[in-house]
C-alpha cells in the first residue's frame, strides 16, 4: 500500500532553491497581501518544509524585500531601455517609456501590486526602496529632457516624475478598468498626451 503524503521537493541548487520560494511567495503575497500571508502556505506552496524556507529567508518580510528588490529592478531596466534603444528620438523616446509601464503592470506575476499597491508602505525598508526607485526613474527621463531641452536639473526632474507618475497611474488605472482598448492603443493615447506637453518645449539650439 502507498502512502498518499506528498512528496517534498527533491534537493536542488541553492540558486534555483531561492528562485522557487520566491517565485511561491509572489504568489502568496499578491493573492493574500504581506500581513494576511503565512510563512506555513510559501513554504507548501514551494513545496519544502519550514526549516528550509527559513534556511534561505529568515522571517517574512526578507522574502519581501528580496522580491521587491527584484521587482525595482526590473521597472528601472525596462524605463532605461525604453530611453536607450530609441535612436535619439525623443517622441519614440516617450512613447516607450510610457509603454514601459504598460509593459510592467501586465506583467503574469502581478510584479507591480508589490511596487505600486504595497501594504506595507509604512515600513522604512520599503519605502526606502519605493522612494529610491521612483528617484531613479524619474532622473533618468530627466537626464534626457535636460540634454534635449537645456532645462536645469530641478526643472527636468519635476517633469521627469510628471511623466513617470502619469505612466504608471494611467496604466494601473486601465488595467484596473479592463477596458476594451488595446495596451498599444492606450499606451499610444497617454503617450501622446505626454509628447504634446513635452514637445512644446524648445530643443537645444533652435
Request: net charge negative.
Amino acid at each position: 500500500m502507498t502512502s498518499s503524503t506528498p512528496t517534498r521537493s527533491t534537493r536542488m541548487p541553492r540558486s534555483e532553491r531561492r528562485a522557487q520560494l520566491l517565485e511561491a511567495a509572489q504568489a502568496v503575497f499578491v493573492q493574500s497581501g504581506y500581513h494576511a500571508a503565512a510563512m506555513d502556505e510559501i513554504a507548501e506552496r514551494a513545496g519544502v518544509s519550514k526549516p528550509v524556507l527559513y534556511q534561505h529567508f529568515p522571517g517574512k518580510l526578507d522574502l519581501y524585500l528580496a522580491l521587491l528588490d527584484t521587482h525595482c529592478e526590473t521597472l528601472e531596466q525596462l524605463v532605461r531601455h525604453a530611453l536607450e534603444t530609441t535612436d535619439g528620438d525623443n517622441e519614440v523616446r516617450v512613447r516607450a517609456t510610457v509603454a514601459a509601464y504598460f509593459d510592467f503592470v501586465t506583467r503574469e506575476d502581478a510584479s507591480f501590486r508589490m511596487v505600486f499597491e504595497s501594504d506595507l508602505t509604512s515600513v522604512p525598508q520599503v519605502r526606502a526602496r519605493l522612494d529610491s526607485l521612483e528617484m531613479t526613474c524619474a532622473e533618468a527621463i530627466s537626464d534626457v529632457i535636460a540634454e534635449d531641452t537645456g532645462a536645469d536639473e530641478e526643472r527636468a526632474l519635476l517633469l521627469g516624475s510628471a511623466l513617470a507618475g502619469m505612466a504608471q497611474v494611467a496604466a494601473r488605472h486601465w488595467l484596473a478598468q479592463d477596458s476594451g482598448i488595446p495596451e498599444p492603443e492606450a499606451a499610444s493615447i497617454i503617450s501622446m498626451l505626454a509628447w504634446r506637453g513635452l514637445g512644446s518645449f524648445p530643443k537645444v539650439g533652435d
